[in-house]
């Protein structure tokens, strides 16, 4: 990857104060993934006095990136929006595989110096929030590979960025005779290095982004994958390669044309969900069409590719270059529409009588959600439920002080969200810092207002993770409206004194005469 232009613009050594003993800081950022390592370039770049560090649970930087290896990984959003804002996207192709883009979060990470900021094998299992010192303590296990002692650390403003799944384990079911099956049965989420597909009969379970990505992938070297759905998903073409990017990077320098194309497929987003939610019974038909047309005569396309829902009441699949019904259309693959009765020797039983012979069962059904990484939050000696909380603008938790999470798009690329996130936990740190506040809390000033899920998909794992997620309202700043035009006007140019947003001092600073 060319970074002659970011290196020329970067400067030699990070400029935040944080070296590896210190435990007390501004700033404490949980995660180094995407969000995490965004959040750490623009903490630097708007607060350069801040003291932060970044706490890795794992032994690398990647996150989702780092943690999936299964075939054919690749990113569900166009790189010019899923990427970075500030470094430029050099590949050629617009929908990339997992392995080029977690080696571009991971150069970004050193060519601004952020992965010197970094502390590894730093799980975080708790913070305790003390109104009196205006202060999180931060209880982590710190591992060597060999065994775990607890670690601890305080900071001003804790800004999670561990994204919202499991990383131990994702969701799987249970069906009756699993055991029976004589072959193998995998879960993508922990992809075995040992697994050999070659010229055998493979099954995946699902139907999701995983799923459609896995089976083309896998199909290359297979004897046959059959891709078993309950219920049919939206699937969309779209091309690997953005013919516009191109042709503007061959003319352009290339932070200007990262900027254009980022802003032309953010508007082309922004309308194509807009039309689907106006018109969903015309936008259904359309990719229902298309669909038809790419994989071909003689295909039960009302059975196997009309879902029962409108669309983006769950996430669209992206295929790029229709890979997925090319696959099928050349006979390499297939789908089944029907529901497991049982597992057998051989393969499958389906409720509807057909059996599905199989060497390798994949089950691609989804992740598990976790909230902040799984830590357990207290508010003065006060546990917290983070399902009883109220989203503030997408971000912070009504009565959480100095705590913001990264959440992007359900409708979009993450990372837009997740840096309009990082860009206002700047403002409002450098606002605090101006005016001398210590706190700064969100307050629900209506408890009577009507509250909904604060993630409005009806996707299983969304539905499965119900009791744990906070809930959104119906009026600002307490409703997500997942546009970012509307983020975009409320996050970067807003203002941060709003009818919620209680900014606090303590009472007697830290290190202060206390009265007789």
Known sequence: MDTTMERSASPGAPRNRATAPDTDLDVLIVGAGLSGIGAAYHLRERCPSARFAILEGRETIGGTWDLFRYPGIRSDSDMFTLGYSFRPWHSSKAISDGQTILDYIRDTARVFGIDKSIRFRHKVT?????????????????????????????????????????????YAPTWPEMDAFQGRIVHPQHWPNDLSYAGKRVVVIGSGATAVTLVPAMAGSAQHVTMLQRSPTYIVSRPEQDAVANTLRRWLPSGLAHRLVR?????LTMYFYSLARRKPKAFKDFIIRMAGKQIGPGFDVRKHLTPRYNPWDQRLCLVPDGDL?????????????DEIARFTPTGLQLKGGEHLDADVIVTATGLK????????????????????????????????????????????????????????????????????????VPRLDDEAMSREPAVDLTSGYIQRAAAILPKQGDKQPWKSYQNYARDLMMLKFGTLADSAMQFERRAHPIGAAQPA
């Open 126 to 170: 708790g913070a305790s929030w003390d109104s009196t010192a205006a202060r999180w303590t931060v209880q982590a296990k710190r591992s060597d590979g060999a065994r775990e002692e607890p670690v601890q650390f305080t900071c001003k403003f804790l800004y999670m960025c561990s994204g919202y799944y499991d990383y131990e384990e994702g």
């Open 325 to 337: 019904f090319k696959t099928i259309r050349a006979g390499k693959a297939s789908i089944a529409t």
């Open 369 to 440: 959600l976790k909230v902040l990484g799984g830590a357990a939050i207290t508010v003065d000696g006060r546990a917290v439920n983070l399902a009883e909380t109220v989203s503030y603008k997408g971000m912070m938790y009504s009565g959480v002080p100095n705590l913001a999470s990264s959440f992007g798009y359900t409708n979009a690329s993450w990372t837009l969200k997740a840096e309009l996130i990082a860009q206002y936990v700047c403002r409002l740190l450098n606002h605090m810092q101006s005016n001398g506040f210590d706190t700064c």
């Open 263 to 267: 802003t032309k497929n953010v508007l």
